[in-house]
C-alpha cells in the first residue's frame, strides 16, 4: 500500500488557494493550510474597530476556505519575523511599500520549514503565472521556489502545466495531468473551476489582502517612520495607522482623531500609552496625541479636536488633555475653522 | 477551567493565542478565553470546528467576550 502522502497549503482566504487546496485533496492528498499573520493584513481588522461595519460578516476568510475544504489551518504569526522583510527587501517593493517577491520567498520559506517539522511532503500554493507584477510572474516564481529553499517541493496545482515538473508530480504523488494551465491576470479559469468545485461564497476574487500595497497606508507609514528617525515599529504602530484621521501639524507630534464610535472605543485602550484629548463640552471625538507637545503644541492640538467635534462652530470649546498617567488639565479653546486645518498636515 | 486574557486584540491574534495555549493542554481540558474582538464570535468557533474542539459556551457581558472550549482530540 503506497504511503498517504501530505501537502501543506498557503492559505490566505482568497480563491486561488482554495481552489489549489481541493485540486490537490481531489488526488487523495491530505492537506492542511498554513495562514501567516505579519500584522498588516487587511482580514477583520477594520471591521472590528469601525461600529459602521458592525453589520458586516467577520468572517475569517483563511478560516473560511478551510471549513470549506475540511481541512485544519494553522495560523502563525510572524509579525517579529516579518520586521526583516518589509525592512530589507532583497528584491525591492512594488508601488508601495509592499514587498511581494521577498514576502512569499520567506513565506514559502516558513511552510517548508513547518512540513519539515511536521512531515509533510510538500507545499502549495495559489500563485498563477502573470496574475501579479511582481510575485507571479515566470521569472520571479523560480526565485521563490530556490531563495525560500522549497525547490521542487513547491507545487502550484493552478499553472502547474506551465512549469517544469515538481517532485510530487515526477514521483507520482500527483497526477499532472489533473493540474491546470491558468496564466494571466484573467479572473474566468478560476471562476469556472469554482463553479465546478461548487464554491459560490468565496472572498474577494484576487488579492488584496495586505495594507502594505496601499498608498494611503504606505505613506502613513512612512510618515511614522521620518518622524521617529528610524524604522522600528511594534504591532501597535501599525494598528493604529488603520484607524483614523491622521494629522502632523508639526513634526514632533501627530493626532490620531477618531472617525466614529468604533474608533472611539478602540482608542480608549490606548490611553495609558499616549497622551488623550477629548472635547468635553460637546460630543467629539477621542483623539491621541503621539509625540511630544508643548502647551502652544496643545493648545493647536486642542482646536483642531474642537474642529471635529458638534461644536465646532461655537466660540469655545472645552477640552481635557489627559497625559498617560490619567493626570489631566483642562483647556478652552476656539476651534480651527475648516480652512484652518492645512491640508499639508493630513498624512 | 484555564483562562486566557485575550482582550484589546484584534483578529487573528485571539485565535492565534488560542491555538498556541491549547497546544499546550490535554483532551478533556477547559480552556475560557476572554475577548473584547466581536469578530472571536465567528473567528474562535470556526478555527475550533475544524481542528477538533468544542466551543461550549459563548456569553458576552460588558463588552467583553467569553468563550469556554473543550480541548479535543487534535
Not at chain 1, 495560523?75 to 517579529?80: K, S
Not at chain 1, 526565485?143 to 525547490?151: F, K, L, P, V, Y
Not at chain 1, 507520482?172 to 463553479?195: C, I, Y
Amino acid at each position: 500500500m503506497s504511503k498517504q502522502r501530505k501537502a501543506v497549503a498557503l492559505i490566505s482566504g482568497g480563491l486561488d488557494s482554495l481552489l489549489a487546496a481541493q485540486t490537490i485533496q481531489q488526488q487523495g492528498i491530505h492537506v492542511e493550510g498554513i495562514n501567516f499573520f505579519t500584522g498588516f493584513c487587511v482580514e477583520g481588522h477594520t471591521h472590528a474597530i469601525r461600529k459602521k461595519d458592525k453589520d458586516k460578516p467577520k468572517r475569517n476568510n483563511a478560516l473560511w476556505s478551510a471549513e470549506t475544504l475540511g481541512i485544519k489551518l494553522h495560523i502563525i504569526d510572524i509579525i517579529e519575523e516579518y520586521k526583516d522583510v518589509l525592512l530589507n527587501p532583497k528584491h525591492g517593493y512594488g508601488a508601495n511599500l509592499n514587498p511581494c517577491l521577498d514576502c512569499k520567498v520567506f513565506m514559502v520559506g516558513k511552510a517548508k520549514e513547518w512540513a519539515v517539522e511536521n512531515g509533510f511532503d510538500f507545499i502549495i500554493t495559489g500563485e498563477v503565472i502573470g496574475q501579479r507584477p511582481m510575485s507571479q510572474r515566470r521569472d520571479t516564481m523560480p526565485i521563490i521556489a530556490e531563495e525560500s529553499g522549497a525547490d521542487d517541493l513547491l507545487l502550484r496545482p493552478l499553472c502547474a502545466q506551465n512549469l517544469p515538473e515538481t517532485k510530487p508530480e515526477r514521483e507520482g504523488w500527483v497526477n499532472r495531468d489533473l493540474l491546470h494551465d491558468f496564466s494571466g491576470r484573467t479572473r474566468k479559469p478560476q471562476m469556472a473551476l469554482a463553479e465546478e468545485f461548487g464554491f459560490t461564497d468565496y472572498a474577494q476574487p484576487a488579492g488584496g489582502c495586505c495594507f502594505l500595497t496601499d498608498k494611503a497606508y504606505s505613506v502613513k507609514l512612512t510618515d511614522l517612520w521620518a518622524s521617529r528617525g528610524n524604522r522600528e515599529y511594534e504591532l501597535d504602530d501599525i494598528m493604529l495607522l488603520k484607524v483614523g484621521r491622521h494629522f502632523r501639524p508639526k513634526p514632533n507630534f501627530k493626532l490620531i482623531v477618531s472617525r466614529e464610535e468604533g474608533e472611539n472605543n478602540f482608542l480608549k485602550g490606548y490611553k495609558k500609552q499616549f497622551t488623550t484629548i477629548k472635547t468635553i463640552s460637546h460630543k467629539g471625538p477621542i483623539t491621541l496625541l503621539d509625540g511630544t507637545a508643548d502647551k502652544d503644541d496643545l493648545i493647536l492640538a486642542a482646536q483642531i479636536v474642537a474642529r471635529f467635534s458638534q461644536g465646532r462652530d461655537a466660540d469655545k470649546v472645552e477640552v481635557e488633555v489627559a497625559d498617560k498617567n490619567g493626570v489631566t488639565q483642562l483647556l478652552s479653546v476656539k476651534p480651527l475653522l475648516a480652512s484652518e486645518i492645512n491640508e499639508a498636515w493630513r498624512v | 477551567m484555564i483562562e486566557l486574557d485575550a482582550r484589546r486584540l484584534l483578529c487573528p491574534m485571539p485565535v492565534i493565542r488560542t491555538q498556541d495555549k491549547i497546544k499546550t493542554l490535554s483532551v478533556g481540558d477547559i480552556l475560557q478565553v476572554i475577548c473584547t474582538d466581536p469578530g472571536v464570535v465567528h473567528d474562535i468557533p470556526a478555527w475550533s470546528r475544524i481542528n477538533g474542539h468544542k466551543v461550549l459556551d459563548i456569553k458576552e457581558q460588558d463588552d467583553e467576550i467569553y468563550i469556554t472550549i473543550e480541548v479535543g482530540d487534535d
